[in-house]
């Protein structure tokens, strides 16, 4: 796994965790919703720290919170 799969696969896990909606998340983080789509769909190469901010907002936490998964450990290396 990519860090963009597992960055797209985190924020299903916490939508679950948290019982919100994509619409609901999108939402809360003032993002839009392109933005959210093409990190969800993988089409954005580097999400970027700032949008991961607004996403970790959206779910009420922290950056370190959101990063906070075994998902993140032993990353594929990406080009």
């Known amino acids: 796994m990519n860090v963009r799969e597992a960055t797209g696969r985190r924020i299903q896990e916490l939508c679950r965790n948290k019982q919100m909606t994509e619409y609901m998340l999108i939402y809360q983080s003032g993002m839009p919703p392109s933005t ?14 700032v949008n991961i901010k607004k996403i970790a907002d959206g779910f009420g936490m922290s950056i370190r919170e959101f990063y906070d ?8 290396q990406e080009d």
Do not use: Q
């Not at 959210?36 to 720290?49: A, E, H, L, T, Y």
């Not at 998964?69 to 594929?76: A, H, I, P, Q, V």
């Open 36 to 49: 959210f789509k093409s990190i969800m769909n993988g089409k954005s190469r580097n999400p970027g720290i």
């Open 69 to 76: 998964s075994d998902m993140f450990d032993n990353l594929d």
